[in-house]
Every structure is written in C-alpha cells, then in structure tokens.
C-alpha cells in the first residue's frame, strides 16, 4: 500500500500564491507517475499536472500553464505544485495521484489510470 499525504492548502487573494506538497510513503513501490487533480464544488475532477518520475518530464492542463508548476524531490518521494497568479476559478479540493506501474504512456488525465490518491488538501482563491 501507498499513502499520499498532500499539505499547503489555504485561502489566498486573485493573484497570490500558494505551494502544495504531497508525500509518498509504503513499503516497496517504484512511482511511475504522480499528478495533481482538482475538484471545485457541483464540478467534476480535472486533471491539473503531472510528472513522470524517471524522467522528469511534466505536463499541464491549458488553464494553468505559464502559472503552475510541478516538481519532484525524488529523494523524499515528494512532488510540489508552485500555484501562481491564482484566480478564483483555481479554487477547488487539490489531490495527489500516483501511477506505480508502466504502461506505455507518459501520464494520463483519467483520474482511474491512477492507483492511489491523497485525501486532498482544500485552495480557495478570494476576488
């Protein structure tokens, strides 16, 4: 089993700044890939970014590239999500994936292609 503890949530103004962190533990696993999702209120759960652990590689949804970015510390089985220039709309629950095997593709926005999840850490974004 993996655990994913995600933290650094909070209430930030329209053009602030905030960083999540979410850490990976268990006995014997090798990440494939870990993402971030998020889920605003009566919406569904849309990818946000990933990155591929062995090469480093990271991917983004259009509505926060050039804003966000995700990074890994591979040491401590730990990614990071830098969220700048947030916008009300970014206001949603945050929660960490990860991908423990491989499977040919370099990460996925199907939130089922993951194995395990984070219970989420909430960011909310004033006007």
């Known amino acids: 089993q993996v655990q994913l503890v995600e933290s650094g949530g909070g209430l930030v103004q329209a053009g602030g700044s905030l960083r999540l962190s979410c850490a990976a533990s268990g006995r014997s696993f090798k990440t494939y890939v870990m993402a971030w999702f998020r889920q605003a209120p009566g919406k569904e759960r849309e990818f946000v970014s990933a990155?591929?652990?062995?090469?480093?590689?990271?991917y983004y949804a259009d509505s926060v590239k050039g804003r966000f970015t995700i990074s890994r510390d591979a040491a401590k089985n730990t990614i990071y999500l830098q969220m700048n220039s947030l916008k009300p709309e970014d206001t949603a629950v945050y929660s960490c994936?990860?991908?423990?095997?491989?499977?040919?593709?370099?990460?996925?926005?199907?939130?089922?292609?993951?194995?395990?999840w984070g219970q989420g850490t909430q960011v909310t974004v004033s006007s």
């Open positions: 990155i591929n652990w062995s090469t480093g590689n990271t």
């Open positions: 994936a990860l991908r423990v095997a491989y499977s040919g593709r370099n990460y996925n926005t199907a939130g089922d292609w993951y194995n395990y």
